[in-house]
Nanobody, 114 residues
Framework: QVQFVESGGGLVQPGGSLRLSCAAS????????MGWYRQAPGKQRELVAR???????NYLDPVKGRFTISRDNAKNTVYLEMDSLKFEDTAVYYC????????WGQGTQVTVSS
């Protein structure tokens, strides 16, 4: 079963940017829809962005225009470019399939703080 390793998180000031990466241990080509999820303290995990093999993307309303998801099937990697970060973007970010979930990785912490 494919496993995911997320990286690229960190501490950033409001208005800053981060680029997250998700490296899969196997091919993601067979996974039509891949997504980035996040879980803030005390809240449920939510899907913030998704992309299918055709490149079609969808975003949670609060991140539209600020986050960009992309995928490189040749590298088995999914990316999340996050711009104009806000306090409320603070969370642990995970990647996974959309629909038929695989095992969760360890996630990467994103903290937006001044």
């Amino acid at each position: 079963q494919v496993q995911f390793v997320e990286s690229g998180g960190g501490l950033v000031q409001p208005g800053g940017s981060l680029r997250l990466s998700c490296a899969a241990s196997g091919s993601i080509f067979s996974i039509n829809a891949m997504g980035w999820y996040r879980q803030a303290p005390g809240k449920q995990r939510e899907l913030v962005a998704r992309i299918n093999n055709g490149g079609m993307t969808n975003y949670l309303d609060p991140v539209k225009g600020r986050f960009t998801i992309s995928r490189d099937n040749a590298k088995n990697t999914v990316y999340l470019e996050m711009d104009s970060l806000k306090f409320e973007d603070t969370a642990v970010y995970y990647c996974n399939a959309v629909g038929l979930l695989r095992d969760w990785g360890q996630g990467t912490q994103v903290t937006v703080s001044s």
